[in-house]
């Protein structure tokens, strides 16, 4: 897309932080009421559609390319909102390379706060804002336990109409294995259907879980535990009988290929890039 810096701005504001030992969140207060830490402010105004068909033009502008800029990524996810909400990216237009690069600091710094809680799970949500046409980021970060967290969809204060979140962020301690999804992180994913995105960090690999036009959106969130539930086992008994290596993974592409979900993992080196990963091969 070019340089766009004359259209696309960062703008981050310095929240005052607190810690209700209690209930253990760091909440970060919003200084003013205009925005939590902003992740990209779209400009000019005529970049923000004025009609359903304007947006879903663009959706199938940006979604036809192989390649999505981390601008291309942001227009798409906030064009889809703008629509309505549950409606996912096409299933028949599968991006081979993704750039995240907005989501990168928000990723390190929530790593720092796991490294100093020892090792926990950290997550934080990623909204839409229907009325600024950008993405926000959550005013809280969630600290959770060593092996779950649940993430927190608390809007901006007086903005609940306008925000939607669609992209949930969590951190799994440093493991082997760590950076895949665990099928409790697909069971909360696909049991909210408003979110999109699902990001996974163990502080050196990034996964990425995106819902498509494939993905049901009217399942019951208890029907949906259940079907994972048996995957898992499953796969964890023909693995086990059979000593197949790469358990995680291929748990992970199962589950994304029965619910229509897209997966990527970073590239080493590089991880703001997201490389597909096809979910039906061997």
Not at 12 to 18: N, S
Request: net charge positive.
């Amino acid at each position: 897309m070019g340089n766009n810096s004359s259209k696309y701005r960062n703008i981050l504001h310095k929240p005052k932080k607190t810690i209700n030992k209690k209930d253990p969140i760091i909440i970060d207060k919003f200084e003013d009421d205009i925005d939590t830490k902003l992740i990209q402010y779209i400009y000019p105004n005529q970049l923000v559609p004025h009609s359903r068909e304007d947006s879903e033009k663009r959706i199938q502008q940006y979604s036809e390319s192989s390649i999505w800029k981390w601008q291309e990524f942001t227009e798409i996810l906030t064009n889809l909102v703008y629509i309505a909400e549950n409606k996912y990216i096409p299933a028949a237009n599968i991006p081979k390379i993704i750039y995240i690069d907005g989501l990168i600091p928000i990723i390190t710094n929530l790593i720092r706060i796991s490294k100093g809680h020892n090792k926990v799970e950290i997550s934080r949500s990623i909204f839409v804002d229907r009325e600024r046409f950008c993405l926000i980021q959550s005013g809280r970060t969630k600290i959770g336990q060593d092996t779950s967290v649940n993430p927190d969809f608390t809007t901006e204060m007086g903005r609940d109409y306008y925000q939607t979140p669609i992209i949930t962020i969590h951190i799994h301690p440093l493991l082997q294995g760590s950076f895949h999804f665990s099928y409790v992180d697909y069971i909360s994913f696909l049991s909210v259907p408003k979110i999109f995105v699902m990001i996974v960090s163990n502080s050196e690999d990034i996964m990425m879980a995106i819902k498509t036009s494939a993905t049901p959106t009217n399942t019951d969130p208890e029907s949906i535990k259940k079907h994972i539930i048996s995957t898992k086992d499953d796969i964890s008994r023909i693995w086990n009988r059979l000593g197949i290596p790469q358990y995680e993974l291929n748990l992970n592409k199962t589950i994304c290929m029965e619910f229509g979900l897209i997966l990527y993992k970073s590239i080493k080196g590089n991880t703001n890039i997201m490389k597909h990963i096809n979910v039906v091969e061997a």
